[in-house]
């Protein structure tokens, strides 16, 4: 129950499409879903970050996407680039929980 | 935005040779930080949680006589790998997070340190 599913294992995409990871949650008291990418050689880095009293949030060209009754949430990347390509992973954690449940990442290449 | 500063990058030494780690939160305050090993292509695999004056909470299967840690001060963890052998190589990351009233905060990483063990 404590498991973050994510999916695809790996993405490519052209440059200017869009990227479309999923993940899924089965524990209800996840209350926080942040969003990482890590480069190659780098420690991964908070990119965005929703709660679920929201259905939708937006920075930049990064959009989640939470589905609550799904018990899902998804990051799409519009307007992908080639400096986007990285690992992304989705992460779940419960109120004042120490840690969080990370999924196990995507990797995504954007092609030039 | 948070930073938290990892050292060193990069270590490379002989079997048998203690290595120390160091994980700094550079603008806030951790009360809590988390120490990472990851694989080529894997995830994060959680090794141990460490709030800051007390003793560490170490994950099944991780040895804590082996990986020691100290979280001495709201900014500085520290992860001593013990008498390393080459399967202790890997990359490890910390990260750190504060606690803002009742809400959750992010985990902020450091950049992580590659351990090779000769």
């Known amino acids: 129950q404590q498991q973050v599913k994510q999916s695809p294992q790996s993405l490519i995409v052209q440059k200017g499409g869009i990227s479309i990871i999923n993940c899924a949650y089965e524990?209800?008291?996840?209350?926080?879903f942040p969003w990482y990418q890590q480069f190659p050689g780098k420690g991964p880095a908070l990119l965005i970050a929703?709660?679920?009293?929201?259905s939708e949030k937006k920075e930049g060209r990064f959009t989640i996407s939470f589905n609550k009754s799904a018990k899902q949430f998804s990051l799409h990347i519009m307007d992908s680039q080639p400096g986007d390509s990285a690992t992304y992973f989705c992460?779940?954690?419960?109120?004042?929980?120490?840690?969080?449940?990370f999924g196990p990442g995507t990797r995504l290449s954007v092609l030039p | 935005g948070a930073v938290v500063s990892q050292h060193p990058s990069w270590v490379i030494c002989k079997s048998g040779t203690s290595v120390k780690i160091e994980c700094r939160s550079l603008?806030?305050?951790?009360?809590?930080m988390f120490w990472y090993r990851q694989f080529p292509k894997q995830s994060l695999m959680l090794m141990a949680t460490?709030?800051?004056?007390?003793?560490?909470?170490?994950e099944q299967g991780v040895e804590k006589d082996k990986f020691l840690i100290n979280h001495a001060s709201l900014t500085l963890s520290t992860l001593t790998v013990t008498s390393a052998h080459p399967e202790d190589s890997s990359f490890y990351i910390c990260?750190?997070?504060?606690?803002?009233?009742?809400?959750?905060?992010?985990?902020?990483f450091g950049d992580g340190t590659r351990l090779s063990i000769l």
């Open positions: 524990n209800t008291a996840f209350d926080y």
């Open positions: 460490s709030n800051e004056g007390s003793k560490a909470t170490y």
């Open positions: 992460a779940a954690s419960i109120p004042l929980g120490q840690n969080f449940v």
């Open positions: 929703i709660r679920p009293d929201v």
């Open positions: 990260s750190a997070r504060g606690f803002r009233g009742r809400s959750n905060q992010p985990q902020h």
């Open positions: 603008d806030f305050q951790a009360t809590t």
